[in-house]
């Protein structure tokens, strides 16, 4: 299993940014998708998910009205379009997957079993 995660960039205070996170060697339609992020000298934080069945999403309160989080089951891959960005947004973000996640335990990134090489993101002011 694969997670590629790529769109990562320096921009600017109010801009917006897509990342997208390609998976492979696994069935994706059956896997939930998490984004977290990780600024400096910070903890891992969750961001987004959004879960195979159904495809309800979840937010993370700093994020919510800004950033969206979709799928492309036919592309095997999950975006987050992040507007209106803001220097507390930068950091390196994750994606990670899993095909057992419950909606408790959507926001722990413990709980997923695969993760991507994260892309850097980089807001200034």
């Known amino acids: 299993v694969q997670l590629q995660a790529s769109g990562g960039g320096l921009v600017q205070a109010g801009d917006s940014l897509r990342l997208s996170c390609v998976a492979s060697?696994?069935?994706?339609?059956?896997?939930?998708v998490g984004w977290f992020r990780q600024g400096p000298g910070k903890e891992r934080e969750f961001v987004a998910a959004i879960r195979s069945n159904g495809g309800s999403t979840h937010y993370a309160d700093s994020v919510k009205g800004r950033f969206t989080i979709s799928r492309d089951n036919a592309k095997n891959t999950v975006y987050l379009q992040m507007n209106d960005l803001k220097t507390e947004d930068t950091a390196v973000y994750y994606c990670?997957?899993?095909?057992?996640?419950?909606?408790?335990?959507?926001?722990?990134?413990?709980?997923?079993?695969?993760w991507g090489q994260g892309t850097l993101v980089t807001v200034s002011s």
């Open positions: 990670a997957a899993d095909q057992q996640l419950i909606l408790s335990s959507i926001q722990s990134w413990q709980q997923y079993d695969y």
């Open positions: 060697g696994l069935t994706f339609r059956r896997y939930s």
